[in-house]
């Protein structure tokens, strides 16, 4: 079975701080690992998969297989980053769903 | 280019009742997934629908199902609604013929309240 943990419910930091978002998960097979975004009053949407390597609004992720672990970073948070953060996992094969972990709520102080 | 839809946005049903919930896919898609999320839970796997048949299924009974049609919009349909089944419902749509399978777009969601 598939399962992705996501630690922290809240995480608070001030502008201009560093942000990390952790994210576990646990899967047998080759996953492939996502982190979705909801901003107030918006639809859940992507921002990004491991597989792209891609950096989006300045956030990166990097797929650690030995821990199992997908944290989000960020070196400088803005306010604008404030939102609920989902990590989710794929298996890559069959129908692609999606597990997705509870989620953390991001608050950026001013 | 055309995003998720869904609808209705709201619905307040009693227990017992039956819902159809609806959701048009993003134009260029042909793959469809319902997902439901509880308050203060991550989205949940229900069903993934493609070519009009039933591609994948989450942990749910049988009084969840679903259909496509051949535009590629979709129904999920609930009967017997129990007040565990208030939730945020969530249609996501993606390519299943292109690289980028994996990346769903999801709709704005429709909330279901059972009393």
């Known amino acids: 079975a598939q399962r992705v943990t996501q630690p922290e419910k809240l995480l608070s930091v001030f502008k201009g701080a560093p942000v990390e978002l952790k994210c576990n998960y646990s899967?047998?097979?080759?996953?492939?690992l996502f982190w979705y975004v909801q901003y107030s009053r918006q639809r859940l949407q992507l921002l990004l998969r491991?597989?792209s390597r891609e950096s989006i609004k300045g956030f990166t992720a990097d797929l650690n297989k030995g821990e199992t672990s997908f944290h989000l970073k960020k070196p400088f948070a803005q306010e604008e980053d404030s939102a609920m953060y989902y990590c989710?996992?794929?298996?890559?094969?069959?129908?692609?769903?999606?597990?997705f972990g509870k989620g953390t709520k991001l608050s950026v102080i001013p | 280019e055309t995003g998720v839809t869904q609808s209705p946005t709201h619905l307040i049903k009693t227990r017992g009742q039956q819902v159809t919930l609806r959701c048009s896919s993003q134009?260029?898609?042909?793959?469809v997934s319902w997902y439901q999320q509880a308050l203060g839970q991550g989205p949940q796997f229900i069903f993934q629908?493609?070519?009009?048949?039933?591609?994948g299924r989450g942990n749910f009974p049988p009084r969840f199902s679903g259909l496509q049609f051949p535009n590629y919009s979709s129904e999920l349909n609930v009967n017997a609604l129990e007040l565990d089944d208030s939730a945020l419902y969530l249609c996501?749509?993606?390519?299943?013929?292109?690289?980028?399978?994996?990346?769903?777009?999801f709709g704005p969601g429709t909330r279901l309240t059972v009393l």
């Open positions: 899967y047998s097979g080759s996953p492939e």
């Open positions: 629908y493609y070519r009009e048949e039933e591609n």
């Open positions: 134009s260029g898609h042909n793959t």
């Open positions: 996501a749509s993606s390519s299943h013929s292109s690289g980028r399978r994996n990346e769903q777009f």
């Open positions: 491991h597989i």
């Open positions: 989710a996992l794929s298996s890559g094969a069959g129908s692609y769903q999606l597990t």
